[in-house]
């Protein structure tokens, strides 16, 4: 049992590390890390060979002064001042310095190396060989920089520099060189892993709310770790998101039970007539007529509501955004206007019509024209007779770019209730009277929503205040 267990934590660790290997920010650590390095790599390259560069420069030069004075004291003090030269200088302790001077038969004549360097001179005249194998200042297994030429008299003599130093220096730094690539690598492979982990942990959390959701679970949300970075916007989008979904799945259903329940009713009362009259037999064609234009009413109601709805589907979709055009919402106003004004005489009502600007904006005109009319219906189905009715349309002002009032002198909507009323089919206690389904505030704030508009609610003092504001960018 317990090795079955052990096997399993291993197989889900690997399986842990398998994922997290295939994620998108390890990849990318592991690419950042792979220029990193080489960036260092480079910075560490370009040092040395400006160092060691300096550094053989340097003795190069030196070398070639020497060479020079040796070649001035020869022709001055002639083979013999040269061999006296070349010897005190090699018996210098601790000199870094090699000498050879030789006959044309090989003959050392003083020096501090035990034979002529088989390697070949480059084309400069410089000589690079190791110093070791031919017994020079130290026992180091260095290398020496050694310039040749040939006196006359076909005397041969090697002037060059023990290169120990810079040996030194060269295999410190390949050394450094692999330290601090290895310790890159390392700290780079174990930073990627932390990043990929802690994005994972975060990716896996929207993952594991989006199968709470496809589960079923609405109310899960994706959450939030405060650090105010892109993951954290993600989450703020998303939940927006699904809290938009939450509410239209809600808002379905609410409709389909409303719609089961306020619809029975009329098609109960649209059975029964039809039903009476064939029960009642009669040969009065104005009978026959009359349930005929009851059942007629009945059922443009029924299509009134359905028309509503799809409607309100429609504006909440959003469809209707790729038909936005430039709409002059003075010519919206005062049609609707000119449209409803008869009906207010014909109960009474004086409806009165400001129109204080022509603004434009980006929008749908057939649906500008139904929240409008919308507004001057359940004004003036609400507004008593004698009352008043006052449709304003005001321009650009602070904070939006076009607003619309309808203010009317009715008995109004108390302030607990004016978010409710614009839900579908919700009807107050004081309208169940009047003819009505209740989707005609809905509409509106579904109108509202797709243009981008606030839709207000407030206290005409008497009556009800409904104001349809604009934002700025609406404006075209």
Known sequence: MKRNGAAGGWQAFGAAGLRLVRTTAFRLALLYLAMFVLSVGVILGVVYRTTAGFLEQEIGETIALEVSGLQDHYRTYGLTGLVDVVRARSAVPN????????????VILAGNLSGWPDAVPSASGWTHFKVADYGGVTDRPSTAQAATFTLPGQFRLLVGRDMSEIDQLRS????????????????????????????????????????????????????????????DRLAANLNAMLDRIERLMTGMRQVTDSVAHDLRTPLT?????IE?????????PEVYRGVLQDTIAEADRLLATFT??????????????????????????GLAADLYEPVAEERGQRLTVDIRARPTVHGNGQLLAQAVSNLLDNAIKYTPEGGTIALVLDGPGPGRAACIDVADSGPGIPPDMRDKVLQRFVRLDTARASPGNG??????????????????LGDNQPGLRISLVFPPEARR
Not at 95 to 106: D, E, F, K, V, W
Not at 439 to 456: F, K, M, N, P
Request: glycine residues 10%.
């Open 269 to 273: 009362r649209l059975r029964s007539r």
């Open 276 to 284: 009476l009259a064939l029960i009642h037999e009669t040969e009065d």
């Open 308 to 333: 509503a709805l799809l409607s309100i589907a429609e504006a909440e979709s959003g469809a209707k955004r790729q038909d936005f055009v430039p709409v002059d919402l003075a010519e919206v106003v």
């Open 95 to 106: 000199n870094n310095s090699i000498y050879l001077l030789t006959t044309p038969a090989g």
């Open 172 to 231: 410190r730094m390949f050394h450094s060189l692999r330290w601090v690539l290895g310790s890159t690598a390392l700290l780079g492979l174990g930073g990627g892993l932390l990043m990929s982990r802690g994005a994972m942990r975060r990716i896996e959390a929207i993952n594991r709310t989006t199968r709470q959701i496809m589960a079923g679970d609405l109310s899960d949300r994706v959450p939030r770790f405060g650090g105010g970075d892109e993951m």
């Open 439 to 456: 989707l005609g505030l809905s509409l509106v704030d579904a109108v509202a929503t797709l243009h981008g508009a606030r839709l207000e």
